[in-house]
């Protein structure tokens, strides 16, 4: 299920280029994919069953700059999954407009929290998760 979470620009986004700076981008994708798993109640369901995840991997494009005022939208959904990652598409947009402001792929790995190592993907993690369950489709 993708998720929408909308935040302003405010004067602390911005540096002294007076443009939203790149590594900020990385605190609103990180609230975009909080928001992702509130809304599909997976903060709690993990925690229940002593799972973890954590991001391996980002890639960002920057396509514009955004300034003070502006509002984004951010959209995450689940766009892909292996054995043991999932990867999510997450689109940051100029409001309730088309134009693009950035788009990111990132890349997670489930840990089970007691031992740190790293899960694979089974039917039931699978099941835990709303926008790939559907789909069934594992990459090797």
Same mark, same amino acid.
């Given at each position: 299920?993708?998720?929408?979470?909308?935040?302003?620009?405010?004067?602390?986004?911005?540096?002294?280029?007076?443009? $939203?700076?790149?590594?900020?981008? =990385?605190?609103? =994708?990180?609230?975009?994919?909080?928001?992702? #798993? %509130?809304?599909?109640?997976?903060? +709690?369901?993990?925690?229940?069953?002593?799972?973890?995840?954590?991001? $391996?991997?980002?890639?960002? *494009?920057?396509?514009? +700059? !955004?300034?003070?005022?502006?509002?984004?939208?951010?959209?995450? #959904?689940?766009?892909?999954?292996?054995?043991?990652? $999932?990867?999510?598409?997450?689109?940051?947009?100029? *409001?309730?407009?088309?134009?693009?402001?950035?788009?990111?792929?990132?890349?997670? $790995?489930?840990?089970?929290?007691? #031992?740190?190592?790293?899960?694979?993907? *089974? %039917?039931?993690?699978? +099941?835990?998760?709303?926008?790939? !369950?559907?789909?069934?489709?594992?990459?090797?």
């Amino acid at each position: 299920m993708k998720t929408t979470v909308k935040i302003k620009i405010r004067g602390y986004h911005i540096d002294h280029f007076q443009h $939203v700076n790149n590594a900020r981008y =990385l605190e609103f =994708l990180e609230e975009g994919r909080w928001h992702y #798993s %509130e809304k599909n109640n997976l903060i +709690s369901i993990f925690h229940q069953k002593g799972i973890s995840h954590v991001t $391996v991997n980002i890639n960002i *494009n920057y396509k514009r +700059s !955004a300034v003070v005022g502006e509002v984004l939208r951010i959209e995450t #959904s689940v766009i892909r999954k292996n054995r043991k990652s $999932v990867t999510m598409l997450q689109q940051v947009f100029l *409001n309730d407009t088309d134009i693009l402001i950035a788009d990111a792929q990132v890349t997670n $790995v489930f840990l089970h929290i007691k #031992s740190g190592n790293v899960m694979r993907i *089974n %039917e039931e993690l699978n +099941s835990l998760l709303p926008d790939i !369950a559907k789909t069934n489709q594992i990459t090797r």
